[in-house]
């Protein structure tokens, strides 16, 4: 867990990119439950930019793929991780939305609320919408510490699809890719997946 000699710690960042005000609960929440999960100092950045081209406007939602390249160039630089929150429906091509997404092993990862929130409860500002986004934002960041998709149902990096599938699943790591985080913080880049 120490970072090596010469080299600065890597931190996590969260950065609100949504187009509503970014609700404070909410994001301290994510930045509590992150923190907790990956036993990281975790802090808040305050850009105001927001990711230009990534609207699609033949499906009416936002490129997360294109969102995490602009993360790489207008966030915190290297080492650290950038989480992006948003309030944009998110794609990639072959699905019709996601939660979320990650550079396996790379530095940028997001999560959105707009698929979160969604029937069959109304849950805006909620403790339900909190946990969903906490579970999902952590999802990806173990992605984005290069950690792939777990069998076990109360891990958090176990597959989820739906809402029901994310409510279902827990919100940390079961004790093999926990052990497999600290592996990969321990040798950044190797091949351990
Ligand atoms: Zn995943
Ligand atoms: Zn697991």
């Known amino acids: 867990m120490k970072g090596k000699a010469g080299a600065p710690d890597p931190s996590l960042y969260l950065w609100w990119i949504g187009t509503e005000t970014a609700a404070d609960d909410l994001i301290e929440g994510v930045r509590g439950h992150v923190g907790r999960v990956f ?20 499906r009416n939602q936002y490129s997360s793929t294109r969102i995490l390249e602009w993360l790489l160039e207008a966030g915190p630089g290297t080492p650290h991780k950038i989480l992006a929150m948003t309030d944009l429906d998110l794609f990639i091509p072959v ?5 979320g997404e990650a550079q396996l092993g790379g530095r940028a990862a997001i999560v959105s609320t707009a698929r979160l929130e969604a029937a069959p409860v ?63 913080r321990e040798n950044p880049g190797g091949s351990h997946v």
């Open 39 to 58: 036993g990281m100092t975790t802090r808040v950045w305050h850009g105001r930019e927001r990711p230009p081209h990534a609207f699609d406007p033949k």
């Open 95 to 99: 699905l019709t939305f996601v939660f």
């Open 122 to 184: 109304p849950v805006r500002g909620g403790r339900l919408l909190a946990a969903r986004v906490a579970k999902e934002a952590a999802h990806e960041l173990g992605h984005a510490f290069g950690l792939v998709h777990c069998e076990l149902m109360r891990c958090v990096m176990s597959r989820s699809s739906s809402l029901l599938e994310v409510d279902a699943k827990g919100g940390g790591l079961c004790h093999d890719c926990w052990t497999r985080y600290l592996d990969l």
